[in-house]
């Protein structure tokens, strides 16, 4: 579709056409959907959140799948990762919040750089359960990436961005038998803090994962 055919349908799109709120005789019926068609169709029946956890750790391998899944490098050769973003900016940091201490997630080298020797746990959110849920991930924006679009398309952006990769760690989680859950009730000001972020930076969400209560690695 060429430029003035957009546009011409951008104009369209402004019209507010009376909104059918009744069923109509133009009913397309679907079938029902084949949960066990396909291992995703499976993951997905079965993704959920889920807000109790062990205190147990998770092994470090299953850490490191875990934070690949969310946002690793799936292409070598293209630096392209598992979750998608706007103009391949690829602004959203993963903080990692574990008892041991507070770590930057480098997807590079595959490995978890410390920024402080504090247990941030607490300060990722008010719920009780992000203080001993073995993990708390923080998706923090990076807008340097994204200067020359308008703020308001950085947000949204970013935003997708950072939807989809805890969508990424919904699945993983559904895959290995853990309990996550993402979260947007905290103390933004207290965890940029925490994090030592700069002007451009922003936290988005927070993300808690361990074993469901009672089971085991």
Request: contains cysteine.
């Amino acid at each position: 579709m060429h430029t003035l055919a957009k546009l011409s349908a951008s104009f369209i799109g402004h019209l507010k056409p009376n909104r059918v709120k009744e069923r109509s005789d133009a009913v397309l019926a679907l079938p029902p959907p084949r949960l066990e068609s396909s291992a995703l169709m499976s993951l997905l029946g079965r993704r959920r959140s889920q807000r109790e956890f062990a205190t147990t750790p998770l092994p470090l391998e299953l850490l490191s799948e875990l934070l690949w899944a969310a946002f690793g490098i799936n292409r070598r050769e293209t630096g392209g990762r598992t979750a998608p973003s706007a103009m391949n900016a690829q602004e959203i940091d993963i903080y990692v919040a574990l008892a041991a201490g507070l770590y930057i997630f480098d997807a590079q080298a595959q490995c978890l750089n410390r920024v402080a020797e504090v247990d941030a746990r607490r300060v990722t959110g008010y719920q009780d359960f992000v203080d001993e849920a073995p993990v708390d991930l923080i998706y923090v924006a990076d807008v340097e990436h994204t200067l020359k679009v308008p703020i308001t398309q950085q947000q949204l952006y970013a935003a997708a961005c950072a939807g989809a990769i805890s969508q990424n760690v919904y699945l993983f989680c559904a895959e290995r038998g853990l309990n996550t859950v993402v979260r947007g009730w905290f103390d933004r000001e207290a965890l940029g803090q925490a994090l030592r972020l700069s002007a451009n930076e922003r936290v988005l969400l927070t993300q808690t994962i361990g074993y469901a209560p009672g089971s085991s690695p």
